[in-house]
């Protein structure tokens, strides 16, 4: 099966330069391997978004893994690079003979200049209207700071002000986007939250084991390959009952 899946990717490694070359400058192809999330990226054409081959995925990326082999394509969507870029892309995903997902092709192309010429016409008829503003993603080759942002996104206050029920809703949240895809992501969230490698999981743990909120991400239960890997079973075990004194015990005193 794995030699299958390569075989797949280098069968499209010449289409990403065929379509780059296609569209021109404001065009960039990307094809990433999700077998291994910190370096997905295997063949690139173009310059939209910043990366090179070697890099990381993004948020999107992250997504789709989360989501398995449910995941669908995501075609013709708008967002924002964190310089400010406007960028319409798809997501197109490779599947095996078995149906699994383990790849995609992306194709981003910067529509800035054409939205700008499209606002000014709008505006000199008289019949622009304000477009939605689309959300920001963050593209780039290191995939810690992937993992940073999407951890800032989903904090909306201090760890020490938030009840056990909204620790776990955050963790719920981070996994259900695919950050515990990636190795050493839990104890990145650990350092960053300022509790202990332990408590992360913990708090992971507990959020499996709750019912789904009918999430759009489809998140299957279980543990992720990305999660857990080289980890202590007492640490993988250890579920506490959401005790306050348990989890600053866990937590190393912070709270």
């Keep these: 099966m794995e030699s299958e899946r390569d075989a797949i990717l280098a069968a499209l490694e010449p289409v990403v330069d065929g379509i780059a070359a296609t569209f021109g400058p404001v ?22 978004t910043g990366r090179s081959v070697g890099g990381a995925m993004s948020q999107i990326g992250l997504r789709m893994v989360a989501r398995g082999d449910e995941a669908a394509d995501e075609l013709n969507y708008v967002t924002r690079t964190d310089t400010g870029k406007l960028v319409k892309s798809s997501t197109m995903l490779l599947r095996d003979s078995s149906g699994a997902v383990f790849g995609a092709l992306c194709v981003n192309v910067d529509v800035g200049a054409v939205s700008e010429v499209h ?11 304000v477009p939605a503003e689309p959300p920001v993603t963050t593209f780039g080759d290191d995939i810690d700071s992937v993992v940073d942002v999407m951890l800032d996104a989903h904090r909306h206050q201090s760890w020490a002000l938030l009840d056990r029920a909204g620790r776990l809703d955050l963790f719920r949240s981070l996994d259900e986007r695919g950050v515990f895809a990636v190795r050493r992501a839990i104890e990145q969230v650990a350092g960053r939250l300022g509790i202990s490698r332990a408590s992360a999981y913990s708090y992971l743990s507990q959020s499996r084991k709750q019912p789904r909120t009918g ?5 299957r239960e279980g543990v992720r390959d990305g999660v857990g890997q080289g980890a202590p079973n007492a640490a ?3 579920v506490n009952d959401g005790d306050p004194a348990r989890d600053r015990a866990n ?5």
């Design 251 to 255: 937590d190393g005193g912070h709270s």
């Design 119 to 129: 606002a000014l016409l709008g505006a000199l008829a008289g019949t622009g209207a």
């Design 236 to 238: 993988r075990d250890s």
């Design 215 to 219: 999430s759009r991400d489809g998140v």
């Design 27 to 48: 065009c960039e192809v990307v094809l990433h391997d999700y077998r291994r999330p910190e370096q997905s990226v295997v063949a690139l054409a173009g310059a939209v």
